[in-house]
């Protein structure tokens, strides 16, 4: 589903170690939450094998106070990913690009989609939702974006905090809002 979805361009290169230990240290962020992460996980358990989630990568830094950088967050997300089978089901939507365009990234094991100079990551996050053929997972807190995901489609849409995601992300990383 994932490339169908994607209008599929070579992708730039990213630097990132194979080892996710070698993880860049993000600024302390988070308390480990525990109960929330597992929580994560269960629903994550819970879509159908083929369903993508969908990540808005600003809405996520936004939490964090933009603190994290884009790099920390691709090379976690790119761990995470492995550490939790998730490789070829997860998109990052991010804000803004010379163009609109979508790659995915085999090393990473993510797949990228750029909103360009006209649109926003909302924009992509839901015109992806609705052309979707398996249900989806959209991370984000913004109330707007999760209604028209909502109405956007008529199959299964789970939505999850991106706060939530940060814990599962950078567990013990101090203190967050």
Sequence with gaps: MLLALLAVRA????????????????PRLAVSNERATARLQARIASLDPQACLLIDVENLRGLSGFRVSHGTV?????????????TGRVVLAVDHGDEQCGFYNTQLGLAFVFAGPRQKADDVLVRLVSRGREEALVVTADRELRDRCRRATRRRLSIASPLTLLWALFPGDALLP
């Design 11 to 26: 992708p730039p290169r990213l630097a990132v170690c194979d080892e996710c230990t070698a993880r860049a240290r993000p």
């Design 74 to 86: 691709i090379a976690a997300l790119a761990c995470w990913t492995r550490e939790w089978e998730l």
